[in-house]
């Protein structure tokens, strides 16, 4: 049933669709701080919508029925990692503030269900180790980006807290990197080998 509904056209045109607008908000949300960074670092720092617009990629070509692996890649390891990074951070605001915006419980559930759909189509992508080692060194670049040259996303009250959620976010990208491993390059030798 759910192989059904994850291959089926018309919810793959509709989650291509969903993920496309997102991605334009997403760079949107990020106006602000794109505006003043520098020209070097523009492509590093709107981490989400860069994940979301990778599933993007993923999505046409899967609907065309073919396959992207250094994409895919990209796509599993950075949809988990700020899915999640995004929800612990508005539920960090929630405490550090004592509320949160809409527009939080907004981010909360959209950046969520972002790490589930990554995953969920583990099955489908075509990763071997090479694409899995490039998207680990775009993904630990990103972090160097962000917390040694201080482009990391605005967060409010948290900027209090960056050397912690710099480090929380360094451990994040490895279970990151770790749980894309797993579901799909290790599944892979698996089935291979027999084991």
């Given at each position: 049933m759910i192989r059904y509904i994850l291959t089926n056209?018309?919810?793959?045109?509709?989650?291509?669709?969903?993920n496309v607008l997102g991605t334009i908000y997403g760079y949107w949300w990020y106006r602000g701080q794109l505006a003043v960074t520098p020209d070097h670092f523009l492509i590093f720092v709107p981490d989400s919508p860069t994940a979301s617009l990778f599933f993007c990629v993923f999505l046409a070509f899967f609907i065309m029925r073919r396959n992207v692996p250094y994409v895919e890649a990209l796509a599993v390891v950075t949809l988990f990692?700020?899915?999640i990074w995004a929800v612990v951070m508005n539920?960090?605001?929630l405490l550090?503030?004592?509320?949160l915006?809409?527009?939080g419980f907004m981010l909360i559930a959209s950046h969520g269900a972002m790490a589930i759909q990554g995953l969920l189509?583990?099955?489908y992508y075509k990763i071997k180790m090479r694409h899995l080692v490039f998207a680990g060194i775009w993904t630990l670049h990103n972090d160097i980006i962000d917390y040694v040259f201080e482009m990391m996303p605005v967060y409010g009250s948290l900027m209090t807290y960056m050397n912690e959620i710099g480090y929380f976010t360094f451990w994040l990208s490895i279970v990151s990197i770790a749980i894309a491993?797993?579901?799909?390059?290790?599944k892979s030798l698996h089935k291979t080998y027999n084991l």
């Amino acid at each position: 049933m759910i192989r059904y509904i994850l291959t089926n056209r018309f919810f793959l045109m509709l989650l291509f669709i969903v993920n496309v607008l997102g991605t334009i908000y997403g760079y949107w949300w990020y106006r602000g701080q794109l505006a003043v960074t520098p020209d070097h670092f523009l492509i590093f720092v709107p981490d989400s919508p860069t994940a979301s617009l990778f599933f993007c990629v993923f999505l046409a070509f899967f609907i065309m029925r073919r396959n992207v692996p250094y994409v895919e890649a990209l796509a599993v390891v950075t949809l988990f990692k700020y899915g999640i990074w995004a929800v612990v951070m508005n539920v960090l605001l929630l405490l550090v503030n004592g509320s949160l915006s809409p527009t939080g419980f907004m981010l909360i559930a959209s950046h969520g269900a972002m790490a589930i759909q990554g995953l969920l189509y583990t099955p489908y992508y075509k990763i071997k180790m090479r694409h899995l080692v490039f998207a680990g060194i775009w993904t630990l670049h990103n972090d160097i980006i962000d917390y040694v040259f201080e482009m990391m996303p605005v967060y409010g009250s948290l900027m209090t807290y960056m050397n912690e959620i710099g480090y929380f976010t360094f451990w994040l990208s490895i279970v990151s990197i770790a749980i894309a491993y797993f579901f799909t390059v290790h599944k892979s030798l698996h089935k291979t080998y027999n084991l």
